[in-house]
């Protein structure tokens, strides 16, 4: 790794990880023109990712249609983490507990054919194809910051749209309270599941209000692109106000339930790992502080750990549905 400071005196991290603007204009440009017309092109060529999401660099995975003109999320002044850091530093326990173990292994995860099952209290279950689910609404932009538990964080541009989307399509009934999201778990493709980390499958959930609210993404791509395995393909969840652990990976199965359903997390470590899991930098982990985060691919020697904000920096969005709860015990 090499350090080297400009002009204004920042030091800052150089390495060839950090994609080049240039390479992430084309693809913004690309997206447009996706969106201006093209977007049947870019589902034509779904069936291909497989083979292609191998590689996972930037630019060599197909296209997703998408809109740029509605970013919703409030952080994208801020800097992009380069994709090649977002593709290589993973957690995704199915593939093993090292951070380089996702984008070692994930190729191997076969995304074609997927699909999604909805089950529980709706009224229109069912069995979704995968690309059933891309056309369900157009696809957005989003840049996220994604906090994770262990004290670091990302930005990211993701692509996809509101899971509320889905969620109006299949009619959930009013005793629906609460939203489980089951995620893969194959023993033959994914090595980390013979081990006993987790008590798979990786299971996460919402209360509905949380799955409802405008900014809980359902994800097909990043930086213009569909996702490569190790992020979670072909489909996902982005939380952007809840530690990195509620945003569930490769889902297979959304279920609809009346009762606050166990998360893996929570399994593993109930005193450690609440449901709500909203980011709170007052809310220390047992074993270590919230209270500041390492953006990577700024942790040179000399780069400053940032302040983590509560709520991640979506107060404004989503304080709201949290009024009166005490978030120290709703941890
Ligand atoms: N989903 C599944 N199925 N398995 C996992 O191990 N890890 C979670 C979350 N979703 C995980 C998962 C954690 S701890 C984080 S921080 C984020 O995915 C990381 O997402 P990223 O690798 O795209 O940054």
Same mark, same amino acid.
């Given at each position: 790794?090499?350090?080297?400071?400009?002009?204004?005196?920042?030091?800052? *991290?150089?390495?060839?990880?950090?994609?080049?603007?240039?390479?992430?204009?084309?693809?913004?440009?690309?997206?447009?023109?996706?969106? /201006?017309?093209? /977007?049947?092109?870019?589902?034509?060529?779904?069936?291909?990712?497989? #083979?292609?999401?191998? !590689?996972?660099?930037? $630019?060599?995975?197909?296209?997703?249609?998408?809109?740029?003109?509605?970013? #919703?999320?409030?952080?994208?002044?801020?800097?992009? !983490?380069?994709? /090649?850091?977002?593709?290589?530093?993973?957690?995704?326990?199915?593939?093993? !507990?090292?951070? +380089?173990?996702?984008?070692?292994? /994930?190729?191997?995860?076969?995304?074609?054919?997927?699909? =999604?099952?909805?089950?529980?209290? =709706?009224?229109?279950?069912?069995?979704?194809?995968?690309?059933?689910?891309?056309?369900?609404?157009?696809?957005?932009?989003?840049?996220?910051?994604? @906090?994770?538990?262990?004290?670091?964080?990302?930005?990211?541009?993701?692509?996809?749209?509101?899971?509320?989307?889905?969620?109006?399509?299949?009619?959930?009934?009013?005793? #629906?309270?609460?939203?489980?999201?089951?995620?893969?778990?194959?023993?033959?493709?994914?090595?980390?599941?013979?081990?006993?980390?987790?008590?798979?499958?990786?299971?996460?959930?919402?209360?509905?209000?949380?799955?409802?609210?405008?900014?809980?993404?359902? #994800?097909?791509?990043?930086?213009?692109?569909?996702?490569?395995?190790?992020?979670?393909?072909?489909?996902? =969840?982005?939380?952007?106000?809840?530690?990195?652990?509620?945003?569930?990976?490769?889902? =297979?199965?959304?279920?609809?339930?009346?009762?606050?359903?166990?998360?893996?997390?929570?399994?593993?470590?109930?005193?450690?790992?609440?449901?709500?899991?909203?980011?709170?930098?007052?809310?220390?982990?047992?074993?270590?502080?919230?209270?500041?985060?390492? @953006?990577?691919?700024? +942790?040179?020697?000399?780069?400053?750990? *940032?302040?983590?904000?509560?709520?991640?920096?979506?107060?404004?969005?989503? $304080?709201?549905?949290?009024?009166?709860?005490?978030?120290?015990?709703?941890?």
């Amino acid at each position: 790794m090499l350090i080297r400071s400009d002009r204004r005196g920042f030091t800052h *991290r150089l390495t060839s990880e950090i994609t080049p603007r240039g390479v992430y204009e084309n693809r913004r440009q690309w997206l447009q023109g996706l969106a /201006a017309g093209a /977007a049947g092109a870019a589902m034509a060529g779904w069936p291909a990712r497989d #083979a292609q999401a191998q !590689t996972a660099r930037p $630019g060599k995975l197909p296209p997703l249609p998408g809109s740029l003109s509605k970013v #919703a999320g409030a952080v994208t002044m801020e800097k992009l !983490t380069g994709y /090649a850091d977002v593709s290589s530093y993973n957690n995704f326990y199915e593939f093993g !507990t090292d951070k +380089d173990d996702p984008a070692r292994h /994930a190729a191997q995860m076969k995304t074609s054919p997927w699909t =999604v099952e909805i089950e529980g209290l =709706v009224n229109k279950p069912g069995r979704y194809a995968i690309e059933d689910l891309l056309k369900l609404s157009p696809m957005e932009e989003r840049v996220y910051r994604l @906090r994770c538990v262990e004290a670091w964080s990302m930005v990211i541009p993701w692509v996809g749209y509101s899971l509320s989307e889905l969620i109006r399509r299949v009619e959930p009934q009013g005793s #629906a309270r609460y939203i489980e999201f089951v995620t893969l778990a194959d023993r033959e493709q994914m090595p980390g599941v013979r081990s006993r980390v987790i008590d798979w499958p990786y299971t996460e959930g919402l209360r509905m209000d949380e799955a409802m609210h405008p900014l809980t993404l359902l #994800a097909f791509g990043m930086y213009g692109e569909v996702l490569p395995n190790q992020n979670g393909a072909p489909v996902r =969840v982005v939380v952007p106000w809840k530690y990195g652990f509620k945003s569930a990976k490769s889902i =297979v199965k959304i279920r609809f339930v009346e009762q606050e359903p166990r998360t893996a997390w929570n399994k593993a470590a109930a005193n450690e790992y609440g449901f709500y899991s909203n980011v709170n930098p007052d809310v220390r982990h047992p074993r270590w502080s919230q209270a500041t985060e390492r @953006r990577i691919g700024e +942790d040179g020697l000399f780069d400053k750990k *940032r302040k983590t904000l509560l709520f991640n920096g979506y107060e404004v969005q989503v $304080g709201q549905l949290y009024a009166g709860m005490d978030l120290r015990k709703n941890y």
